[in-house]
């Protein structure tokens, strides 16, 4: 046998092995989540905050949760949006010099690189050096942090990507190299824009480790940022954890909410996507 067809058919085996292992788990996850999820859930823990024996098998819901980290998502989203368009915007040929742009894109992928938990420990550093207690703004920091490299540098590369021919076009009518980057770049971006904010914003209602240190806890959904603040992933942490039996069947319930929510916010970027995309030019 040919050494070249040889070749090609040990990676076909090798790529076909591995789509395998990685739909395997994640049908696996689902599963699990959806089965034993689902049989815990009751119109009470969507409605409901904790009562004060939630965590020993009294009853009450998780209603605190779940609006508290829909508030920390979009918080930290929408902080992270506007500091991220401003940087991809930056980073394009037209403003920032290409050694510049070099240096900024690497340490964004440092950054989004860096694990969560160190996030939290360094917001939680700068909140007792300012004298802050734990509360739904030091989260909402926190996840603006984690989300910024992720939403740059998608802005970054769905920006690049928009024809230098446009740019030029709006020049020649008397645009700006400011006029452009704001009215028309963007327009052309904006299916990379819709998916890189979406994107953060799952990423940002699914990680736990960084609100243990700046949240803190509470049976009751925060009326202010200064209040402390609950959220599901944090929730389903102290769930599991619990040697109850009747709790910790609450915990698959709680990441059945949250995987809900994930696989929402993850179709509605692709359908976004795809529509937007239909009117851009190519």
Same mark, same amino acid.
């Given at each position: 046998?040919?050494?070249?067809?040889?070749? +090609?058919?040990?990676?076909?085996?090798?790529?076909?092995?591995?789509?395998?292992?990685?739909?395997?788990?994640?049908?696996?996850?689902?599963?699990?989540?959806?089965?034993?999820?689902?049989?815990?859930?009751?119109?009470?823990?969507? /409605?409901?905050?904790p009562t004060g024996g939630y965590y020993l098998g009294g009853g009450g819901g998780i209603l605190n949760a779940i609006v508290g980290s829909l508030y920390l998502a979009a918080g930290?989203?929408?902080?992270?949006?506007? !500091?991220?368009?401003?940087?991809?915007?930056?980073?394009?040929?037209? =403003?920032?010099?290409?050694?510049?742009?070099?240096?900024?894109? =690497? $340490?964004?992928?440092?950054?989004?690189? &860096?694990?969560?938990?160190?996030?939290?420990? =360094?917001?939680?550093?700068?909140?007792?050096?300012?004298?802050?207690?734990?509360?739904?703004?030091?989260? !909402? &920091?926190?996840? /603006?942090? &984690?989300?910024?490299?992720? $939403?740059?540098?998608?802005?970054?590369?769905?920006?690049?990507?928009?024809?230098?021919?446009?740019? +030029?076009?709006?020049?020649?009518?008397?645009?700006?190299?400011?006029?452009?980057?704001?009215?028309?770049?963007?327009?052309?971006?904006?299916?990379?824009?819709?998916?890189?904010?979406?994107?953060?914003?799952?990423r940002a209602v699914g990680t736990a480790a960084p609100l243990l240190y700046t949240t803190g806890t509470s049976n009751h959904i925060p009326s202010s940022l200064f209040d402390s603040?609950?959220?599901?992933?944090?929730?389903?942490?102290?769930?599991?954890?619990?040697?109850?039996? +009747?709790?910790?069947?609450?915990?698959?319930?709680a990441a059945f909410i949250l995987l809900s929510i994930v696989l929402v916010v993850n179709l509605i970027s692709r359908k976004l996507t795809k529509r937007v995309g239909a009117y851009?030019?190519?």
């Amino acid at each position: 046998m040919d050494k070249r067809k040889l070749e +090609e058919k040990i990676f076909k085996v090798i790529m076909v092995v591995s789509l395998c292992i990685v739909m395997g788990a994640l049908f696996s996850i689902l599963g699990i989540i959806f089965v034993k999820g689902a049989s815990s859930l009751s119109v009470g823990m969507v /409605t409901q905050t904790p009562t004060g024996g939630y965590y020993l098998g009294g009853g009450g819901g998780i209603l605190n949760a779940i609006v508290g980290s829909l508030y920390l998502a979009a918080g930290g989203t929408l902080l992270a949006f506007f !500091i991220s368009l401003g940087v991809a915007l930056y980073l394009q040929k037209e =403003f920032a010099p290409a050694k510049v742009s070099h240096t900024i894109r =690497f $340490m964004l992928d440092v950054m989004w690189g &860096i694990p969560p938990v160190v996030y939290g420990v =360094f917001c939680f550093i700068i909140m007792i050096f300012l004298g802050i207690g734990t509360s739904l703004l030091g989260g !909402i &920091i926190a996840l /603006t942090l &984690i989300e910024i490299p992720i $939403m740059t540098r998608m802005m970054d590369e769905s920006i690049s990507n928009v024809p230098l021919e446009l740019k +030029e076009a709006s020049y020649s009518l008397g645009s700006t190299k400011l006029d452009a980057a704001l009215y028309i770049t963007p327009r052309q971006a904006l299916p990379g824009i819709i998916s890189g904010v979406l994107i953060a914003f799952g990423r940002a209602v699914g990680t736990a480790a960084p609100l243990l240190y700046t949240t803190g806890t509470s049976n009751h959904i925060p009326s202010s940022l200064f209040d402390s603040a609950h959220s599901l992933p944090v929730m389903i942490f102290e769930l599991t954890t619990s040697p109850i039996p +009747e709790v910790r069947d609450r915990a698959y319930a709680a990441a059945f909410i949250l995987l809900s929510i994930v696989l929402v916010v993850n179709l509605i970027s692709r359908k976004l996507t795809k529509r937007v995309g239909a009117y851009v030019i190519r």
